[in-house]
T-cell receptor
């Protein structure tokens, strides 16, 4: 079966760096997405990786290794507003999006 | 501001009620989606519409009935629901079906929090 694994919850300190991991086993691969979802709000697009390597976008970066079935989202200079759930999703060979259950990130002062 | 709106934001209904969820996208997109989001579980894709035609129905019980009268509006009609149907129902849109696009992403609405008593 197809599966996306990410930690259920993580805690980090304001101003620090945190890395949220995502591992996947899917039927084929056509890209990996990261979304941010604040409590009670819509998921919003953060990043897209289809080739191996690091994509940087301001304080957020996303890394992909297709051979390892692995990605991470790196958040730098954490702010209180970064407290949210972070969803990893993989597009498989049928272009279906397979979603992880999300990682709830708690930022402490 | 995502350009996708959903009403109502909260809904409480009994198992014998009939209600409808509404989604509207103001982005000129051609594809629309209904998802179910339960606590600590992955998003579950329920229905996919492309240019008002249903292209996917992921084994969803018949007590959920979608309707897409035009490319900007999507409804989810609910009847005879069960308590386990309580969840956040998210609507999303994308320019085209994901299988027809490269880096295209989905834009989500804020969801309707449904509670079935």
């Amino acid at each position: 079966g197809q599966n996306i694994d990410q930690p259920t919850e993580m805690t980090a300190t304001e101003g620090a760096i945190v890395q949220i991991n995502c591992t996947y086993q899917t039927s084929g691969f056509n890209g990996l997405f990261w979304y941010q979802q604040h409590a009670g709000e819509a998921p919003t697009f953060l990043s897209y990786n289809v080739l191996d390597g690091l994509e940087e976008k301001g304080r957020f970066s996303s890394f992909l290794s297709r051979s390892k079935g692995y990605s991470y989202l790196l958040l730098k200079e954490l702010q209180m507003k970064d407290s949210a759930s972070y969803l990893c999703a993989v597009r498989d060979s049928n272009y279906q999006l397979i979603w992880g259950a999300g990682t709830k990130l708690i930022i402490k002062p | 501001e995502t350009g996708v709106t959903q009403t109502p934001r909260h809904l409480v209904m009994g198992m014998t009620n009939k209600k409808s969820l509404k989604c509207e996208q103001h982005l000129g997109h051609n594809a629309m989606y209904w998802y179910k989001q339960s606590a600590k579980k992955p998003l579950e894709l329920m229905f996919v519409y492309s240019l008002e035609e249903r292209v996917e129905n992921n084994s969803v019980p018949s007590r959920f009935s979608p309707e897409c009268p035009n490319s900007s509006h999507l409804f989810l009609h609910l009847h005879t629901l069960q308590p386990e149907d309580s969840a956040l129902y998210l609507c999303a849109s994308s320019q085209d079906l994901l299988r027809d696009s490269g880096t295209d992403t989905q834009y989500f609405g804020p969801g309707t929090r449904l509670t079935v008593l």
